[in-house]
């Protein structure tokens, strides 16, 4: 049984911070490189970071790099997606997701193709 659940979502100001929270159930994170997507309405969901194994690679989509940070904790088998400066650009239904791999190489882009197993997601608003 392979479960993920993302946590953390909210409303929150342009300018604020989140911290989303993909917890695994029934399987450990360790084996799995992770990422997150984000889906707006009418919008196709979209690659926004990404997390090797190890966690020493990472990649970040464009819009928000700088602004978000993904990280692991294995000891609570916990994958976390820090996120300050908010836009209301970054308003979406975030998803985690196993994947097949995650590269630190500029040109490559994480899509959804990728993902394997996916949490049922959790909404971020970003309004004034």
């Known amino acids: 049984q392979l479960q993920l659940v993302e946590s953390g979502g909210g409303l929150v100001q342009p300018g604020g911070s989140l911290r989303l929270s993909c917890a695994a159930s029934?399987?450990?994170?360790?084996?799995?490189?992770i990422g997150w997507f984000r889906q707006a309405p009418g919008k196709e969901r979209e690659g926004v970071s990404c997390?090797?194994?190890?966690?020493?690679?990472?990649n970040y989509k464009d819009s928000v790099k700088g602004r978000f940070t993904i990280s692991r904790d294995s000891a609570k088998n916990t994958v976390y997606l820090q996120m300050h400066s908010l836009k209301p650009e970054d308003t979406a239904i975030y998803y985690c997701a196993t994947i097949t791999y995650c590269s630190g190489y500029p040109w490559w882009s994480l899509d959804k193709s990728d993902a394997t197993s996916w949490g049922q997601g959790t909404q971020v608003t970003v309004s004034s």
């Open positions: 029934g399987f450990s994170l360790d084996y799995y490189a």
């Open positions: 997390i090797s194994t190890s966690g020493g690679t990472t």
